[in-house]
């Protein structure tokens, strides 16, 4: 708690009163010169009685600051990065901090000399005092720590900084979770064998092949209805129990895109009519139609599905696309006025619909029409005859916006994503606690951690940061915005200091429902941020941290780069576990200076993110990393490298050449990497759209690689089977 919100707070006030009597110490200074108080001349400086005491009270009170800024700088020291890690290394500890103890018991006696001098008048020991302070601030803080880092650091930098290098890696993986990752050493098999996968049939009956990255404008083509819809891309993942199995899926919501009404662009139509949207859509992740289209588990307008069959409320008026403000709401009785869906009762058109909860503020009185029309500089709010007393104004209607609103302290996940709770579509938002002042840990930027082919770099008000925790799981209603935080990580100290002063905000997690709870995983972010210090920080002693002969990085993604391959979520198992849990799973390589290093496998991380399906109990494994760490003597194919022997095999190229015949373009999807058959399978799929007009990426073939061993054929199943000896022993969601 002190070095996370006492240290900056002590830190500023001090800050702050230091300006403040400087500028008051200079001020006295110039006023009693000008008004004749202080005199020079004659080589003698006269000061009155009543300059002195003024000036030498705000001087000993200054120095008096100093001391005490000088006492926190100790404490500031473990958070500050030196040249190879946060927090003092043996020169800091050994000349830095002692320097500065020294330093500010040499400024508090200097100050009592001042406030002698207020009372005697004697200006000469004070002014020698401080030309002391001087000098000791010289060869303490700077003369001393440079002959001790050259001299005796140097020359035995292991032996010397060996235990403060511990510190540093202890520490940093406290700060960022992952003190408690569980390695195992891992002898890869390179050699495909038939009925190899058998064992891991479970796991590679979820292998997902449907791109959520790609099969975006398919969707859009298939689903969207209207031009005024429209599906966030990429598409989202999650998953479902479907007739008692669980059930990988890719996911949407059909939100509006009022800037596609064109002509009908009206106040009315986008205030009024055009309100919400409307519908999940929800794909099987596995399979595919004979046409290489996604197999839609819910669909439609009017909803058909097995969400249907559970009666949910489809209806969208909270989304990340809704327009900027509605109006909704009207008198019992009155007549309907919000399109609902364009699908009508007899042969009509449309079905038209009123908003019945509570999502907004009330405009039926004119003062608060008059404040809401000065807000969104539209006059139409006060003077339109469809406003009425039970009208409400919805805003503030993207998910985060509302969240940040409620709870500004947090940072949130940059991936939203919104699934069936309880009869209701939630958006669910992890919510991060983060500091920069955690003692010996070492910093990251958390907008470049999270960058990735998927997700450009965001932004963000704190970016530096060396603690993070996912305190907080929160949802928000798309039908009336209301917003829900649940304490996740109730231990969290940042948390629990921000819950005084937001006492009623937060939730206790077990008061999430089961259903809720089924759906909730491990952030994406936060995995991120994990595997990037864990290029670094997956050593364990301080020798190995000193060396830097074995760090890591996340590969780049094949179809990008530029930019680093997003993890995954997939219901796999590890080998270590008996059962398939969804999980999300990342991959490293060798790091190097210029980007030539090998593109080999050296690691495989996977975080359990299935947190159960019971309200009030956290399934024992969720949130558990477990790393693969690849036995250096086995030579893995990482991503680049595998995807360059797809690229350049001639039997697959003279393939891709036939589906590129004609208008067609080839979308490679992406490129996964399995921990199956005691070792590590790669799946890639390969879609197919056409180069101009309406494009509807379509699934043609299926890219598989084990060892330095690949297959290239119209399903998964086949693509399995032709690589592990016509008989791969797997079971996969495309088996005709």
């Known amino acids: 708690g002190f070095y996370l919100f006492g240290m900056p707070f002590y830190a500023a006030a001090l800050g702050f009163a230091s300006a403040v009597l400087l500028v008051c110490l200079l001020l006295t200074g110039v006023v009693s010169y000008l008004y004749g108080s202080v005199r020079v001349g004659q080589r003698e400086l006269r000061i009155s009685k009543a300059a002195r005491i003024q000036l030498a009270v705000l001087a000993g009170l200054y120095l008096l600051v100093q001391g005490a800024s000088l006492w926190l700088d100790r404490f500031r020291t473990l958070v500050e990065p030196g040249e190879r890690i946060t927090g003092p290394g043996y020169v800091g500890a050994n000349a830095v901090i002692p320097g500065q103890t020294i330093l500010a018991i040499v400024a508090v006696i200097v100050a009592l000399l001042f406030f002698v001098t207020a009372v005697i008048g004697r200006w000469r020991y004070p002014l020698i005092a401080t030309a002391l302070l001087v000098v000791s601030a010289i060869v303490v803080g700077a003369a001393i720590p440079w002959a001790v880092n050259t001299f005796q650091v140097r020359p035995n930098e292991l032996a010397l900084e060996s235990q403060y290098y511990q510190r540093n890696l ?182 038209r619909t009123t908003f019945d909860g509570n999502g907004g503020p009330s405009v039926g009185n004119v003062f608060n029409r008059l404040i809401y029309a000065l807000k969104f500089q539209s006059e139409q709010i006060l003077f339109s005859d469809y406003v009425n007393s039970e009208s409400q104004i919805l805003y503030d209607r993207n998910p985060a916006e509302r969240i940040q609103k409620v709870a500004p302290y947090l940072t949130l996940d940059s991936d939203p994503y919104p699934t069936v709770v309880d009869g209701r579509i939630k958006w669910v938002v992890d919510g991060y606690t983060t500091s920069n002042n955690y003692p010996y840990s070492s910093s990251v930027s958390l907008s470049r951690a999270i960058a990735d082919s998927n997700n450009p770099a965001p932004t963000y008000a704190l970016d530096d940061i060396n603690y993070i925790r996912n305190s907080v799981k929160a949802t928000v209603d798309a039908y009336d915005g209301s917003v829900t935080l649940y304490a996740w990580d109730d231990e969290d100290p940042v948390l629990q200091a921000w819950q005084k002063v937001y006492p009623t905000s937060l939730q206790p997690w077990s008061e999430m429902s089961s259903d809720l709870m089924s759906h909730v995983r491990y952030p994406t972010d936060l995995m991120k941020v994990q595997r990037s210090m864990l290029g670094v920080y997956h050593v364990d002693d301080a020798r190995s941290f000193f060396q830097q002969d074995n760090r890591w990085t996340t590969p780049n993604d094949p179809q990008d780069p530029d ?118 399978l790669y799946v890639q799929p390969v879609f197919v759209q056409s180069s101009g007009g309406t494009q509807l990426p379509q699934l043609r073939r299926v890219l598989v690689a084990f060892g330095d061993q690949i297959a290239f054929e119209n399903t998964l199943s086949e693509a399995l089977d032709s690589l592990f000896g016509g008989d791969s022993g797997a079971d996969t969601g495309d088996e005709e």
Not at 230 to 238: A, G, I, K, S
Not at 593 to 616: C, H, M
């Open 170 to 351: 202890d520490s940093t993986k406290a700060a960022y979770g992952i003190d408690g990752v569980e390695k195992e050493n891992f002898e890869a098999e390179t050699q495909a064998q038939a009925g190899q996968l058998r064992d891991d049939a479970a796991s590679t009956a979820q292998l997902r092949i449907m791109d959520p990255a790609i099969i975006g404008p398919t969707v859009r083509q298939l689903e969207q209805y209207r031009a005024y819809y429209q599906f966030e891309e990429p598409l989202d993942v999650d998953r479902y129990e479907i007739d008692g199995q669980t059930q990988d899926a890719v996911v949407a919501v059909r939100e509006l895109n009022i800037a596609q009404l064109g002509d009908a662009n009206s106040w009315q139509n986008t205030t009024l009519v055009y309100t919400h949207g409307y519908g999940m859509v929800a794909a099987a992740g596995n399979e595919r139609t004979d046409d290489g289209d996604p197999v839609f588990l819910e669909q439609a307008i009017p909803g058909t599905g097995f969400l249907t069959e559970q009666n949910y409320e489809p209806r969208i008026y909270f989304g990340e696309r809704s327009p900027q403000y509605s109006i909704v709401g009207n008198v019992e009785g009155g007549e309907d006025i919000e399109l609902d869906y364009p699908l009508g009762a007899d042969g009509g058109t449309e079905t």
């Open 563 to 680: 930019s680093f391959q997003p993890p995954y979520y997939l219901t796999m198992k590890m080998p270590s576990q008996d059962e398939p849990s969804y999980s999300m799973f990342t991959s490293f390589i060798p790091a190097s200076q210029g980007g030539q290093a090998r593109n080999v496998l050296t690691g495989y991380l996977a975080v359990d993110s299935n947190a159960g399906g019971e309200q009030g109990t956290k399934r024992e494994d969720y949130g558990r990393l477990r790393m693969l760490v690849i036995d250096a003597a086995t030579t893995v194919p990482g991503p680049g490298q595998v995807q360059n022997t797809f690229d350049s095999d001639t039997a697959v190229s003279s393939q891709i050449n036939i589906l590129q015949q004609g208008q067609s373009q080839v979308l490679p999807g992406n490129l996964l990497t399995l921990p199956v058959g005691g070792g590590l």
